[in-house]
C-alpha cells in the first residue's frame, strides 16, 4: 500500500498499548475509495499472531436493523450475546453483554466497524458505550467513516465530538495519494499518469479501478472502469451481480442463487469480476462506490423483480431481520409485505432506542396501508407521532397526530381519540402554540372523562396540572398530579406515574417548596421501567430547577448524567432541551464562550421552537452584553416562541433579555417597555424570576428607584431590593455569577463598587457593559477612568485574544486538540475552552468551517 506506512505504524502502536491494558477507539476518516478498509485489512494481514479479529459493517441502503454491526459481531462471537440477540433482550444487555465478550483476558480483541456514517443511533450509542469503558482493556475497536459528506447537525458529528473527547480514543485521516503515487500505480498500465491523477484526484479505488479494467485510455468517468469490468458477463452471472447490488453491503451467495434463480457457477463467475469480493462465507462488493456503479445500470423496469425475487427467498429461508424484509418489500411494490413487517421492524428499532429508523419505519408503512382501513392506518400515524416526539421532529408528529385523530374519529373510537388529542397537545406545546395545547387537551378531557377511569385520562389530568402551574395555582396542580398518580397506581400505568410525580415536583418548586425529592422519584420510576421520554423530562426538569435555584454544582451533574441517557437512548428532544439549559448555566457562571459554543451547536439543529428557545435567549444576551451582531435575530424569534408558549416563564425570560439589550445599547425607552411586559407575569413566576424582574425594573427606572414586581424575591435580590447591595454581591459572588454581582456594583454610585464592575465585565468581555460602566464613571465625575480592552484584542480582525489566535491558526493547520495542546503546552481541556470560544467568535459551527471563516484573516498576520 503506497504512502500507508504512517497510518499502519500508529494501528500498530495503538493496537500495542491496547495488549498492555489500555483500550482504544480509533476513529479512520476518509472520503470514498481512499482507502479506509483497505488499511484495516492489511493491518489485520500484518498484526502479530494471537490477536482476535471481529467485524460488523453498517449498512447504507435501506433504512437499516438497528445495531447491525452488533448483530454481525454476535455471530462471530456466539455465546451469551448471540443469545441474547435472538431473545431480542433489551439493549443495555447487548451492550453489556459485548463489552464482556470482547474483553476477555488473555488475549487482544480487535474489532473492525466500518463505514459509521451510515449508522444508526443504536450503533452511534454502542459505539459511545464502548468507548466510555475499554479505556482499561485489551481491546482495540477501529470505526471507519466518510468525512467529506457530513453536513452541520449530523448526528455522526456529535458522536465524533462526544467520542473524541474519551481518552481512548484516537483519529487518523487518510490522504489521497500523491501524483507520484499514481504515477507508480500506473507506471506499467500505458496509462496516462498525469491525466489519471487529474481524473481521480488520487482516489486509490478510482485509481486501481481505471488500471484494473484494462483500458486503453483514461474514461471520461472513473465509474465507468466499474462497469467496464462487468461488460463481458454472462446472462446469469450479470443476474448475479445485479441482485447483489440490490441486498445491501453483505448477502449470502445462498440467496444470490436462490433470488437469481442461477447455479452455484455463476456465483463463481461474478465474484471472478473482482468487484465482489468473499467475506467470511459472506460476499459483499469490494467498495460503495462499485455497488453503486452496477446498482445504478440497472433497467428501472427490472429493479421491481429482483426485489421481489429476494423477497420471496429471504421468506423461504425463514428470515427474521423485519427491515429488511420491509425494504425488499417496498422495492417489490408488494403493499401487503410492507404492511407485515414494516410495523414489526419499527416497533423493534423502537425498543432499542434507534428512534429515526422507528419513524423511517412508519412512513414507509403509510406510504403503502389501504386507505379504507382507517384503524390500521390511524395506528400507524400514532407511531409516527410518538417516535417523531423523542427526535425533536415536532412538526411532523403533530401532522401525523392530526391525520390520526381524524382516522379515529372516522372509526368512531372515542378513547384513542382522547390519546391521540394527549399528543398533539405535546406537540403544540413544544411548537410554541399555547392556544391549540389548551384547546386540545381540554378536548381530550371532554372526551375520555364520561369513558371512567383509564391510562389516557390520567395523562390528560398531568397535562391539566401544568397548565394549572402556568396560571401559579401551584395548589391546583399539586391536586391535579395526585389524582393522575392515583389512577396510574390503579392502573399499573408508571408512565403516566413517573410523569404525575415529575408535575407535582414542578409545582413544589414554582411553592417555593423542594420538589427535587419528588422529581427525583419520577426518574427512578422511569429508569426501572425503561421508560426513555419520562426518564429524558425527569433529567430536564431536575436541571433546569437546580440551575432556577442557582445551585450550579447540581444542575452540571445532573446534566452529564442526564445527556448522555438521552443521547445514549436517542431521545434527541430531550438530549437539545438538556444542552439549552446547560448553555444557561454556563452563562450564569461566567463561562460566556462555551455558553455561546454551546448555543449555536444547538440552534444548528432541526430543533423544536421550545428547545430553541432557551438558547436563543442565551446566545442573545451574550452577543448584546459583547457588542457583536445577530443580536435581534436570536431575541426577535424567542419572543415570538415565548408570547406562543403563554407560559410566564419564557414570556419574562425573553422580554428580560430584550430589556438588557436595549439597556446596554442605550436604548432606556426600549428597555423599561420590554422590562414592563416582563413585570406582567410576575405574579406566575417564582421567587427567582420575579427577583430578576425587580432589578431589571429598577435598573431601566433609575428615577423611579421603588419601582418593584409584586411578591417575594429570592435572596440576593431582596437583599438589594432592600438596599444591602454589598450582601446581594457577596452573595452573588459566592454562587459563581460574576455578570448578576457587577450589575449590583454597577446600580450603585459607589466608585470603589463601580471599578469592580468594571473589572468583571471587562474580564468577562461585556464590551457593551464596560462602555456603559465607563460612561456612568465619567458622569460622576470619577478620576482616572481606566481604558478599554487591550489593544492587541481589539486589533484583531475577528476579535481574537492572542491566544485564540494561535489555537485558531492550529486549527487551520489540521492539528487535533491534543497536538495544539502538546503545542502550547497547556492542558487539552483549556483548548477545548478555546476552540469553543473561537467557534463561538466566529459564529461557526465546525472547526473545519473556522478554518474556512479565517481563511482571509490569517494572510498577512504577523509572526506570533
Known amino acids: 500500500m503506497l504512502e500507508r506506512e504512517p497510518p499502519l505504524a500508529a494501528l500498530a502502536a495503538y493496537a500495542g498499548e491496547a495488549g498492555g491494558g489500555e483500550g482504544r477507539l480509533v476513529l479512520i476518516a476518509g472520503?470514498?475509495?481512499?482507502?479506509?478498509?483497505?488499511?484495516?485489512?492489511?493491518?489485520?494481514?500484518?498484526?502479530?499472531?494471537?490477536?482476535?479479529?471481529?467485524?460488523?459493517?453498517?449498512?447504507?441502503?435501506?433504512?437499516?436493523?438497528?445495531?447491525?454491526?452488533?448483530?454481525?459481531l454476535a455471530d462471530d462471537l456466539g455465546g451469551d450475546l448471540q443469545a441474547l440477540c435472538r431473545s431480542q433482550a433489551p439493549r443495555e444487555e447487548l451492550f453489556t453483554a459485548l463489552l464482556r465478550q470482547v474483553s476477555e483476558p488473555g488475549t487482544v480483541t480487535i474489532v473492525v466497524v466500518e463505514d459509521i456514517h451510515w449508522a444508526d443511533e443504536a450503533t452511534l450509542d454502542l459505539l459511545r458505550f464502548l468507548g466510555r469503558r475499554i479505556k482499561t482493556s485489551n481491546v482495540m475497536i477501529i470505526a471507519t467513516y466518510r468525512d467529506d459528506e457530513l453536513a452541520a447537525g449530523d448526528l455522526l458529528l456529535t458522536a465524533l465530538g462526544e467520542l473524541s473527547r474519551q481518552p481512548a480514543t484516537r483519529r487518523i485521516g487518510l490522504a489521497p495519494l500523491s501524483a507520484g503515487a499514481v504515477a507508480e500505480l500506473a507506471a506499467a498500465s500505458g496509462l496516462d499518469a498525469a491525466g489519471l491523477y487529474r481524473l481521480t484526484g488520487g482516489n486509490p479505488f478510482y485509481v486501481t479501478e481505471v488500471i484494473a479494467a484494462g483500458l486503453d485510455a483514461v474514461p471520461a468517468a472513473a465509474r465507468d472502469a466499474t462497469l467496464a469490468r462487468a461488460a463481458g458477463l454472462s446472462g446469469p452471472a450479470r443476474q448475479v451481480l445485479e441482485t447483489a447490488a440490490l441486498t445491501g453491503?453483505?448477502?449470502?451467495?445462498?440467496?444470490?442463487?436462490?433470488?437469481?434463480?442461477?447455479?452455484?457457477?455463476?456465483?463463481?463467475?461474478?465474484?471472478?469480476?473482482?468487484?465482489?469480493?468473499?467475506?467470511?462465507?459472506?460476499?459483499?462488493?469490494?467498495?460503495?462506490?462499485?455497488?453503486?456503479?452496477?446498482?445504478?445500470?440497472?433497467?428501472?423496469?427490472?429493479?421491481?423483480?429482483?426485489?421481489?425475487?429476494?423477497?420471496?427467498?429471504?421468506?423461504?429461508?425463514?428470515?427474521?431481520?423485519?427491515?429488511?424484509?420491509?425494504?425488499?418489500?417496498?422495492?417489490?411494490?408488494?403493499?401487503?409485505?410492507?404492511?407485515?413487517?414494516?410495523?414489526?421492524?419499527?416497533?423493534?428499532?423502537?425498543?432499542?432506542?434507534?428512534?429515526?429508523?422507528?419513524?423511517?419505519?412508519?412512513?414507509?408503512?403509510?406510504?403503502?396501508?389501504?386507505?379504507?382501513?382507517?384503524?390500521?392506518l390511524a395506528g400507524l400515524y400514532d407511531g409516527l407521532a410518538y417516535e417523531c416526539s423523542l427526535i425533536d421532529r415536532w412538526p411532523d408528529s403533530a401532522e401525523a397526530g392530526r391525520q390520526a385523530l381524524e382516522l379515529w374519529r372516522q372509526a368512531g373510537d372515542r378513547r384513542r381519540q382522547g390519546a391521540t388529542l394527549f399528543q398533539l397537545s405535546l406537540a403544540m406545546w413544544r411548537l410554541c402554540r399555547g392556544e391549540e395545547m389548551v384547546a386540545a387537551i381540554e378536548s381530550a378531557q371532554a372526551?375520555?372523562?364520561?369513558?371512567?377511569?383509564?391510562?389516557?385520562?390520567?395523562?390528560?389530568?398531568?397535562?391539566?396540572?401544568?397548565?394549572?402551574?402556568d396560571e401559579a395555582d401551584s395548589a391546583g396542580a399539586v391536586e391535579l398530579a395526585r389524582r393522575s398518580q392515583a389512577m396510574a397506581a390503579?392502573?399499573?400505568?408508571?408512565?403516566?406515574?413517573?410523569?404525575?410525580?415529575?408535575?407535582?415536583?414542578?409545582?413544589?418548586?414554582?411553592?417555593?417548596?423542594?420538589?427535587?425529592?419528588?422529581?427525583?422519584?419520577?426518574?427512578?420510576?422511569?429508569?426501572?421501567?425503561?421508560?426513555?421520554?419520562?426518564?429524558?423530562?425527569?433529567?430536564?426538569?431536575?436541571?433546569?430547577?437546580?440551575?432556577?435555584?442557582?445551585?450550579?454544582?447540581?444542575?452540571?451533574?445532573?446534566?452529564?448524567?442526564?445527556?448522555?441517557?438521552a443521547d445514549e437512548h436517542d431521545i434527541g428532544t430531550y438530549a437539545t432541551c438538556l444542552r439549552g439549559e446547560q448553555a444557561r448555566v454556563l452563562e450564569r457562571t461566567g463561562r460566556w464562550d462555551e455558553a455561546a459554543a454551546l448555543c449555536v451547536d444547538v440552534l444548528g439543529l432541526v430543533a423544536s421552537p421550545i428547545n430553541r428557545l432557551s438558547s436563543l435567549i442565551t446566545l442573545g444576551k451574550l452577543r448584546a452584553r459583547r457588542g457583536g451582531p445577530g443580536v435581534w435575530d436570536c431575541l426577535d424569534e424567542a419572543t415570538r416562541s415565548a408570547e406562543g408558549t403563554a407560559e410566564?416563564?419564557?414570556?419574562?425570560?425573553?422580554?428580560?433579555?430584550?430589556?438588557?439589550?436595549?439597556?446596554?445599547?442605550?436604548?432606556?425607552?426600549?428597555?423599561?417597555?420590554?422590562?414592563?411586559?416582563?413585570?406582567?407575569?410576575?405574579?406566575?413566576?417564582?421567587?427567582?424570576?420575579?427577583?430578576?424582574?425587580a432589578a431589571w425594573l429598577r435598573r431601566v427606572h433609575p428615577a423611579a428607584p421603588g419601582?418593584?414586581?409584586?411578591?417575594?424575591?429570592?435572596?440576593?435580590?431582596?437583599?438589594?431590593?432592600?438596599?444591602?447591595?454589598?450582601?446581594?454581591?457577596?452573595?452573588?459572588?459566592?454562587?459563581?455569577?460574576?455578570?448578576?454581582?457587577?450589575?449590583?456594583?454597577?446600580?450603585?454610585?459607589?466608585?470603589?463598587?463601580?471599578?469592580?464592575?468594571l473589572l468583571i465585565f471587562t474580564d468577562l468581555g461585556a464590551a457593551a457593559a464596560v462602555q456603559l460602566t465607563r460612561h456612568k464613571m465619567r458622569q460622576s465625575g470619577m478620576p482616572s477612568v481606566p481604558a478599554g480592552p487591550r489593544s492587541a484584542t481589539r486589533a484583531d480582525p475577528l476579535g481574537l485574544t492572542r491566544r485564540e489566535r494561535e489555537v485558531l491558526e492550529l486549527i487551520s493547520a489540521g492539528l487535533t486538540n491534543a497536538e495544539i495542546a502538546s503545542r502550547l503546552f497547556i492542558s487539552v481541556k483549556t483548548v477545548d475552552h478555546h476552540v469553543s470560544a473561537v467557534l463561538a467568535k466566529l459564529n461557526v459551527p465546525t472547526r473545519a468551517a473556522a478554518a474556512r471563516a479565517a481563511g482571509p484573516s490569517l494572510a498577512g498576520q504577523p509572526e506570533s
Open 31 to 72: 472520503e470514498a475509495g481512499v482507502g479506509k478498509s483497505a488499511l484495516a485489512e492489511q493491518f489485520a494481514a500484518q498484526s502479530p499472531a494471537g490477536a482476535r479479529w471481529l467485524w460488523g459493517a453498517c449498512d447504507g441502503l435501506f433504512t437499516p436493523r438497528p445495531l447491525g454491526p452488533l448483530f454481525d
Open 249 to 376: 453491503t453483505r448477502c449470502e451467495p445462498e440467496l444470490l442463487e436462490a433470488a437469481a434463480d442461477c447455479p452455484p457457477e455463476a456465483v463463481t463467475t461474478a465474484v471472478g469480476t473482482g468487484l465482489l469480493v468473499d467475506d467470511g462465507g459472506e460476499l459483499r462488493f469490494r467498495h460503495e462506490i462499485a455497488r453503486l456503479a452496477v446498482e445504478q445500470a440497472i433497467g428501472p423496469r427490472r429493479v421491481g423483480g429482483i426485489h421481489a425475487r429476494l423477497l420471496a427467498a429471504l421468506e423461504a429461508a425463514g428470515c427474521t431481520d423485519e427491515a429488511r424484509l420491509a425494504f425488499h418489500a417496498e422495492g417489490a411494490g408488494d403493499s401487503a409485505a410492507v404492511i407485515r413487517y414494516a410495523p414489526a421492524a419499527a416497533a423493534r428499532a423502537s425498543s432499542l432506542a434507534a428512534h429515526r429508523e422507528a419513524a423511517a419505519q412508519y412512513e414507509r408503512a403509510i406510504r403503502f396501508a389501504d386507505p379504507a382501513d382507517v384503524v390500521t
Open 447 to 469: 372526551i375520555l372523562e364520561p369513558l371512567g377511569p383509564g391510562v389516557e385520562l390520567a395523562m390528560v389530568y398531568r397535562i391539566e396540572a401544568g397548565l394549572r402551574l
Open 490 to 565: 390503579q392502573l399499573d400505568a408508571p408512565a403516566v406515574l413517573s410523569d404525575a410525580l415529575n408535575t407535582e415536583g414542578c409545582a413544589e418548586f414554582q411553592g417555593g417548596r423542594d420538589g427535587t425529592g419528588l422529581l427525583r422519584q419520577a426518574l427512578e420510576v422511569a429508569l426501572a421501567g425503561r421508560l426513555e421520554q419520562q426518564a429524558g423530562r425527569a433529567y430536564a426538569n431536575l436541571q433546569a430547577i437546580y440551575n432556577g435555584r442557582r445551585e450550579f454544582t447540581e444542575a452540571e451533574r445532573v446534566y452529564a448524567e442526564g445527556v448522555a441517557y
Open 648 to 693: 410566564p416563564e419564557w414570556i419574562a425570560a425573553a422580554r428580560l433579555a430584550r430589556a438588557e439589550a436595549h439597556w446596554l445599547a442605550g436604548d432606556q425607552d426600549a428597555a423599561a417597555q420590554d422590562a414592563a411586559l416582563a413585570a406582567d407575569v410576575a405574579p406566575r413566576c417564582d421567587a427567582w424570576v420575579r427577583g430578576e424582574i
Open 707 to 757: 419601582l418593584a414586581a409584586p411578591g417575594e424575591y429570592a435572596e440576593p435580590y431582596r437583599l438589594q431590593a432592600e438596599g444591602h447591595w454589598e450582601k446581594a454581591v457577596q452573595l452573588w459572588t459566592d454562587l459563581g455569577c460574576r455578570y448578576e454581582a457587577a450589575l449590583v456594583r454597577y446600580d450603585t454610585s459607589d466608585e470603589t463598587a463601580l471599578r469592580d464592575a
